[in-house]
């Protein structure tokens, strides 16, 4: 017996990979719909060897579906996230709407699935910011080891974060550059994104930083352990797809590189490819469709006592969206629906 499950935003970037992941995990469904909102009703989209007719969000009745994955931004999520839940299908979100909500679970299944089981006090449970959730995944193991005291992450991360505008954007003025007569300016990103990288992503803050920023320290401490301290600094570059991390982690007892590199291969959900030579390590364009998040360039750093550097890359649009979403379907499904 599987469940009902419903995509919400099927016809965007998130939700299609929802579709796809679902299909290719063989999660256990026994009849999917695919929402969006009604300028996109009737936009077929793929689920497996079936295609789907989106159906009228606005419209839709959740009652006797099981589990919803929302990817249709906080201010459509703030509707009807609580219609869903009220109705008794648990909503996975992947907004920032109820990240930062004590009675709402935020779950990374390698680092904290256990958690999951706070869902039924709203019905809902959040998705992490995609910056964040490729970064736990490589933290967790290595915190369990040797705690982390403090965290120094800058980000690099494609324009698909930004959505399918973000996409053309960088497509739009790649072209536009080698074509002198066409110009196009920034409209979604605030300076010129092709050929460029921007250090902001998102609005900033009055201490000075942006509210991704903020986010990816706000939700490490919700995900991990509160006491980690953490500072980011995050940028937009002309990548279509991959977000990449240089990471800095301080522990309070010394954590040997080899031993590092030793427990990421064992941890879940990461693939380590780190060879000390030209090309040894990944490039956001190699992860691109893969369900890992890939490290590299694991060195101590001799500056502290005890720390550790590393490269990090994943695809957003899966482990920082579609995929983790998935796997919190299946925890839920595995741990407390148990229908599947």
């Not at 736990?136 to 290595?142: F, R, T």
């Not at 690099?156 to 497509?171: C, F, I, N, P």
């Not at 980690?228 to 977000?243: L, N, Y």
């Amino acid at each position: 017996m599987g469940y009902r499950v419903v995509v919400a935003g099927a016809t965007g970037n998130v939700g299609r990979e929802m579709l796809n992941i679902l299909a290719e995990r063989q999660f256990p469904v026994d009849e999917i719909a695919a929402l969006a909102s009604r300028r996109s009703l009737g936009t077929e989209v793929s689920f497996g060897d079936k295609t789907l007719k989106t159906q009228d969000l606005d419209t839709f009745d959740f009652t006797g579906w099981d589990i919803a994955l929302f990817a249709i931004g906080s201010d459509a999520t703030k509707k009807y996230a609580p219609i869903s839940a009220k109705a008794g299908c648990v909503v996975i979100d992947n907004s920032s709407l109820y990240r930062y909500d004590p009675d709402v679970p935020l779950i990374v299944p390698e680092c904290n699935a256990d958690a999951i089981h706070g869902y039924s006090k709203k019905n809902i449970i959040a998705n992490p910011n995609c910056s964040t959730a490729q970064m736990v995944v490589a933290l967790k193991p290595l915190h369990d080891r040797a705690r982390i005291k403090r965290v120094v992450v800058s980000t690099y991360q494609s324009v698909s974060g930004a959505g399918k505008e973000g996409m053309d954007e960088l497509w739009d003025q790649t072209k536009a550059v080698y074509n002198p007569v066409t110009d196009v300016p920034p409209a979604k990103f605030q300076k010129q994104i092709a050929f460029n990288v921007i250090p902001q992503i998102d609005v900033f803050m009055e201490d000075g930083s942006t509210k991704e920023e903020w986010k990816m320290v706000v939700e490490t401490k919700k995900i991990l352990d509160p006491s980690i301290k953490v500072t980011a600094t995050c940028v937009r570059v002309p990548v279509f797809v991959g977000h990449s991390e240089s990471i800095n982690i301080e522990f309070e007892d010394h954590l040997d590189e080899d031993e590092a590199r030793d427990i990421l291969r064992e941890a879940p959900g990461i693939m380590v490819i780190d060879k000390r030579e030209p090309g040894g390590y990944v490039s956001p364009i190699e992860c691109v469709g893969d369900y890992a998040t890939f490290i590299s360039r694991i060195r101590q750093d001799s500056t502290i006592d005890n720390g550790i550097n590393l490269w990090c890359v994943s695809d957003n649009l899966r482990k920082g969206a579609a995929l983790n979403a998935v796997q919190i379907a299946e925890v839920l499904g595995r741990e407390v629906l148990k229908k599947g």
